[in-house]
């Protein structure tokens, strides 16, 4: 009889371990604390000495893309990347194919986003947010767009660093200049477009240095924001835009998974190669900004990003080996409800507790 008891107590235990596990890979991944506004604000002495490249921040993938509407009769005409002319409105199929965010930027801001994925267009003489349909206008500019949340956000929250990222600018002209890609926009369209924002952000835009600058250093001046085209060399350089057009030497290391199913699993195998990449050639990619793209590519990208954060949270964040990666920018789908800023509020306080020997 005893030995029948501890057999099924035995039995009990293991379904119990299993069902938590079960839960534990379905049940979403929400942070106990959604107000992260002033979080390096709080942490000024953490984040102080660290370079913005050292530092761990959360991302946010196609940033803008929560714009895109079903109504916008912007889209109509719009010819995309891939050489398709818009005809009609944006169903609410595309939609899901779409929207990588569900929330405005002030949201994403004040859940502790820090590194934002800009995707732009440029269409019958205005710009907007792209990603496969057009979004908000940004210039010329209406009262509020989500690059003008961003100047008031940091307005308001003097502390917190942003760095923008412009990732992709497309046009409805391609081919429309010699030697123009298809689909992209022209350099005087390009030329246009960063004059426009550094117009915006004014004497908020930290000059580009010949490294990446500490966290004091960037509080010490005036400027908040570190401005990247990762598209195509300006015609004129600007010194308030950091280039990472070199193919030699680029500013962001960020490489895409292609990973077309909603398996988290296959996401973070493929996610790991990556970080043993990074790690084991630190001396490469030390002075460079590295972008973890944590997430899948599916026609439902917010949907799909519950999955892939909540296996993130409860999987890998919390392990002991992901740390010693020294992460730096984890982009994620759906970054609001991510839950993962509380890990990148931990990894910076314990960051001067982890002691790694680079290969």
């Not at 398709?84 to 944006?90: E, G, H, K, M, V």
């Not at 004091?216 to 924001?225: E, F, K, L, P, T």
Request: glycine share 6%; charged share 15%; proline share 6%.
């Amino acid at each position: 009889m005893r030995s029948s008891k501890m057999y099924f107590g035995k039995l009990l235990s293991a379904v119990l371990a299993t069902a938590f596990v079960f839960m534990l890979a379905v049940v979403p991944c929400a942070g106990a604390v959604t107000n992260y506004a002033n979080w390096m604000e709080e942490n000024k002495t953490v984040l102080g000495n660290l370079p913005v490249n050292m530092a761990v921040l959360l991302g946010s993938h196609d940033a803008m893309s929560y714009t895109v509407a079903t109504n916008n009769s912007a889209c109509i005409g719009y010819e995309t990347s891939s050489g398709t002319t818009i005809d009609s409105f944006c169903s609410t199929t595309d939609l899901k194919k779409a929207q990588c965010q569900k929330d405005p930027i002030t949201a994403q801001l004040t859940a502790g986003v820090r590194y934002f994925d800009l995707r732009i267009a440029y269409q019958n003489g205005m710009y907007y947010a792209e990603h496969m349909w057009l979004g908000a206008q940004l210039f010329p500019a209406p009262a509020s767009t989500p690059l003008i949340e961003i100047k008031n956000f940091l307005a308001a929250n003097p502390s917190e660093v942003v760095i923008l990222n412009v990732n992709a600018l497309l046009s409805d002209a391609p081919g429309d200049a010699p030697g123009n890609t298809p689909g992209a926009m022209t350099p005087a369209q390009q030329q246009t477009l960063f004059s426009n924002i550094e117009q915006l952000f004014g004497s908020s835009l930290i000059p580009q240095a010949a490294a990446f600058p500490t966290f004091n250093s960037i509080w010490a001046g005036v400027g908040r924001i570190i401005l990247i085209n990762s598209w195509a060399p300006l015609g004129s350089p600007d010194p308030n835009v950091w280039d990472n057009t070199s193919k030699t030497q680029p500013l962001v290391n960020s490489e895409w998974q292609k990973v077309t199913t909603d398996s988290p699993q296959l996401l973070v195998g493929d996610l790991t190669v990556v970080l043993n990449k990074w790690y084991n050639n630190w001396s490469q990619y030390a002075g460079q900004m590295r972008v973890l793209q944590a997430m899948t590519t599916t026609d439902k990208k917010i949907d799909a990003a519950e999955n892939t954060n909540s296996y993130l949270c409860n999987y890998c964040l919390p392990s002991s080996w992901w740390p010693k990666y020294k992460l730096n920018i984890i982009q994620v789908d759906d970054s609001t409800n991510s839950g993962i800023q509380r890990f990148v509020v931990q990894f910076n306080q314990s960051m001067s507790k982890i002691k790694i020997k680079h290969k």
